[in-house]
């Protein structure tokens, strides 16, 4: 089995890489940003006139099922969702958006699951050192690389312990500008060889 060294690493796949910029760019050009784990929240609640009272409640239902798991970092249970709000109302451009940066998110997960230790416990004590590693970033001050650690967490192994995003939303709230350009140095390279995002299905409300 491939050991890595270190948690503290930066993404080198140039298919990431060329995912995550994609996935990025055309979230964007709906006043989204696939980057924030709240994208899904940043989302207006409205529909199509055409869409009935019944049909609404279950569309906000789902984008709220949606939303959680985009923040949680379960980006293919999140693909399911917009899906399913796009059959009930396919005229909403925002969602359309957000299903395309979902689906190339899950995607880039794919290919990077096959640079991550296999064992599962092996993966956990990375995830582990990796929260450390970022904490540490933090405590000395060291906000931009702290938020990409932080971030290069959330993509690998979702909202980690529970506080992955937490953590996320304290640094964005301490520093907005910090996460603008995140993204990008995110999703480079590191001295210890590839590593890059992973994901194992977790609870909630099954997609339909």
């Not at 690493?9 to 709906?30: C, D, E, N």
């Amino acid at each position: 089995m491939k050991m890595v060294a270190s948690p503290c690493w930066r993404l080198t796949s140039a298919l990431l890489l060329a995912l995550m910029l994609s996935a990025i760019s055309q979230g964007l050009a709906a006043g989204l940003n696939p980057a924030d784990p709240r994208m899904g929240f940043q989302m207006d609640a409205r529909a199509s006139a055409s869409i009935s009272p019944v049909k609404l409640e279950k569309l906000q239902a789902i984008l709220q099922h949606a939303a959680e798991d985009y923040r949680s970092g379960q980006f293919e249970r999140a693909v399911t969702w917009y899906q399913s709000a796009l059959a009930i109302d396919p005229e909403r451009k925002d969602v359309r958006q957000a299903l395309l940066a979902a689906g190339q998110m899950r995607d880039a997960q794919r290919e990077a699951l096959k640079h991550l230790p296999s064992d599962s416990k092996e993966r956990q004590r990375f995830y582990e050192m990796a929260y450390q590693c970022a904490l540490e970033n933090l405590n000395d001050k060291k906000i931009d690389q702290a938020y990409n650690a932080f971030y290069r967490l959330w993509l690998a192994a979702g909202d980690f312990n529970g506080k992955t995003v937490k953590m996320l939303d304290h640094i964005r709230g301490r520093q907005p500008k910090v996460a603008e350009t995140s993204y990008q140095v995110a999703s480079v390279t590191s001295d210890q060889g590839d590593a890059a995002p992973a994901l194992a299905g977790r609870g909630g409300e099954e997609p339909p």
